[in-house]
């Protein structure tokens, strides 16, 4: 019989946010309002920090935000992306300037 695997490492905590953008207090109309609907992962590990974001229309993919690399952070960084690997489809990571997100491959297929 299959058993999941323990996961490397949980949330601290999970958040349902929805946030809301008015153009009308931009550009007077209102029409066009937009709202943002997610979650967002919190990790922490010793001195290691991070945060991932997947919005709910598109709850097939997750972003890593706010991963503070630091000495060491190698395992936090391989164990966060292996728990999100576990749940989500695509994976996105900063690219090596920071400018802009890429798909992060994983070492193993998904289960």
């Given at each position: 019989?299959y058993?999941?695997?323990?996961?490397?490492?949980?949330?601290?905590?999970?958040?349902?946010?929805?946030?809301?953008?008015?153009?009308?207090?931009?550009?007077?109309?209102?029409?066009?309002?937009?709202?943002?609907?997610?979650?967002?992962?919190?990790?922490?590990?010793?001195?290691?920090?991070?945060?991932?974001?997947?919005?709910?229309?598109?709850?097939?993919?997750?972003?890593?935000?706010?991963?503070?690399?630091?000495?060491?952070?190698?395992?936090?960084?391989?164990?966060?992306?292996?728990?999100?690997?576990?749940?989500f489809?695509?994976?996105?990571?900063?690219?090596?300037?920071?400018?802009?997100?890429?798909?992060?491959?994983?070492?193993?297929?998904?289960?």
């Amino acid at each position: 019989m299959y058993e999941e695997p323990d996961d490397p490492i949980a949330p601290l905590r999970i958040e349902h946010k929805v946030e809301g953008v008015d153009p009308a207090d931009f550009t007077g109309d209102p029409w066009n309002a937009q709202t943002y609907n997610f979650l967002d992962y919190h990790f922490a590990r010793d001195s290691h920090t991070c945060l991932a974001r997947t919005y709910l229309d598109e709850i097939e993919q997750v972003t890593l935000f706010q991963m503070q690399d630091s000495e060491g952070g190698a395992g936090f960084r391989r164990d966060v992306l292996a728990y999100l690997h576990r749940r989500f489809a695509r994976v996105l990571v900063p690219d090596e300037t920071g400018d802009r997100f890429v798909p992060n491959i994983p070492d193993t297929p998904r289960a």
